[in-house]
T-cell receptor
């Protein structure tokens, strides 16, 4: 049962444009969400997080939006750069049930120079 | 500071064998979680260890087991290997296990191939 879903396996964007990566979840108990970036032959690295008390969190070129009613979050990258080409995973957890994260299947982003 | 290290990086085994993977956390990190990554399933949580105790367990058969040592290093064991166990096994470490907001740092993974 996939509680966190990333329905787009891949995305291609021109350099300088906006990249929008989407993630849906089914468990209404999830209250903490993260995005990780993964390059080949490396482990995922933490990118940005958001708590359910917020609907937006920004860190430089990266912004995560949370729509709790739709159980949907998205990651915006503006402007996109070739170095952003990687696989992006979203993850979610329910804080009071412990430190287990549920991950999506990933979206492979390619930024075309 | 040194990151999370996993050994070995690559492993080839045959069906029925067993395998042990190792994860050394960042200094000061006491929580170690293990994940299995496959193309169709993404990252699936296996289990988490904190202060030598298994704290959480995912939905995997008993062939998958682990342990944690007093220095926080962790090992994962898979017995009676099956073809479907071929995957990238990732460990992630964090300072504490008390809060789900604690950032997890991942190692590079061990690529296991079962023939």
């Amino acid at each position: 049962d996939q509680q966190v879903k990333q329905n787009s396996p891949s995305l291609s964007v021109q350099e300088g444009r906006i990249s929008i990566l989407n993630c849906d979840y089914t468990n209404s108990m999830f209250d903490y969400f993260l995005w990780y970036k993964k390059y080949p032959a490396e482990g995922p690295t933490f990118l940005i997080s958001i708590s359910s008390i917020k609907d937006k969190n920004e860190d430089g070129r990266f912004t995560v939006f949370l729509n709790k009613s739709a159980k949907h979050l998205s990651l915006h990258i503006v402007p996109s750069q070739p170095g952003d080409s990687a696989v992006y995973f979203c993850a979610a957890s329910a804080q009071f049930t412990g430190n287990q994260f549920y991950f999506g299947t990933g979206t492979s982003l390619t930024v075309i120079p | 500071k040194a990151g999370v290290t996993q050994t070995p990086r690559y492993l080839i085994k045959t069906r029925g064998q067993q395998v042990t993977l190792s994860c050394s956390p960042i200094s000061g990190h006491r929580s170690v979680s293990w994940y299995q990554q496959t193309p169709g399933q993404g990252l699936q949580f296996l289990f988490e260890y904190f202060s030598e105790t298994q704290r959480n367990k995912g939905n995997f058969p008993g062939r998958f087991s682990g342990r944690q040592f007093s220095n926080s290093r962790s090992e994962m064991n898979v017995s009676t290997l099956e073809l479907g166990d071929s995957a990238l096994y990732l460990c992630a470490t964090s300072k504490t296990s008390a809060s789900s907001t604690d950032t997890q740092y991942f190692g590079p993974g061990t690529r296991l191939t079962v023939l």
